[in-house]
């Protein structure tokens, strides 16, 4: 009955007209009650998850686990447009086309009136056709106020991706300091505030001055084209890294974690930043033969 689902597709339209017609089965009389039973809402954490997959398969430089991820993603937009078609909303022609018509729009440099090899002549940078891109865009959405752009960023981007954004587009509107040595003063003003807040043991206000003092971490890491969150990433696997060195001296040692003293942990943390540096003067040193 499915036997021309099950044969590999010749073009990617065809492959795409496979998954889409395997998704309409599965949410079909005949198909699967977990599928039958999904909503837009229900899928938003799966959405989620894939989209991070897909970043860690890129970061791990795998690619046969990328291109599974990606099919996941894939697969999440084609139950999301099999669904929208399901109640009349859209579909997943509906969903290209719009995707394809944003494309033209936001590239004049390219599709405009004006040909791409006069704009190249002319000198034209990444950052001229960024500012491009976020004209158009700001002019699709009608926004008439930076206060409207920031209220647009999603709120369930990571936090630091987040405040990062907002602080790019207060930057547009000339609201920033000259250099980065205004923002390492605000830090150390927020770590103040933090510490008056501590001191005075109200929770909310604890809560405030913690936002504030991430949020002027992320200004500092942009000024320094720092990405926060790659930045925090590594510095969390670094944690592992060394923490895992500890627990490893601690075996070697027949003790226990918990037994261990707060100064002989340390003592132990020490020492894996100190292999972890002699490691990387060693990989320097081989580099440069």
Known sequence: MYERLKRTSESASDAVERLTEIMQVLRGPDGCPWDREQTHESLI??????????????????????????????????????????NGLFSLKEIADAASEKMLRRHPHVFGKKSAQTLK???????????????????????????????????????????????VKARGAGFDWDDVSGAFQKIGEEIEELEEARLEQNAEHIRH?????????????????????????????RFIRRFSSVEDEANLASRALESMSLDELNQ??????????EECRKADAGGKK
């Open 268 to 277: 132990l943390w020490e020492l894996a930043k100190e292999k972890e540096r």
């Open 209 to 237: 001055e913690v936002g504030d003092v991430l949020f002027a971490a992320v200004n500092i890491a942009r000024f320094l084209n720092v990405d926060p969150e790659e930045a925090l990433n590594a510095a969390s696997e």
């Open 45 to 86: 954490r799966g959405m989620i998850e894939e989209a991070y997959e897909v970043v860690e398969a890129i970061e791990n430089g795998h690619a046969d686990n990328l291109k599974e991820e990606l099919g996941d993603v894939l697969l999440q937009i084609v139950m999301h447009a099999d669904i929208a078609s399901e």
């Open 121 to 167: 002549a002319s000198g034209i940078s990444v950052d001229n056709v960024h500012e491009l891109w976020e004209n158009v865009k700001q002019g699709e959405r009608g926004e008439t106020s930076y206060t409207e752009e920031m209220k647009r960023i999603p709120r369930h981007l990571p936090a630091l991706l987040r405040s990062e954004k907002i602080q």
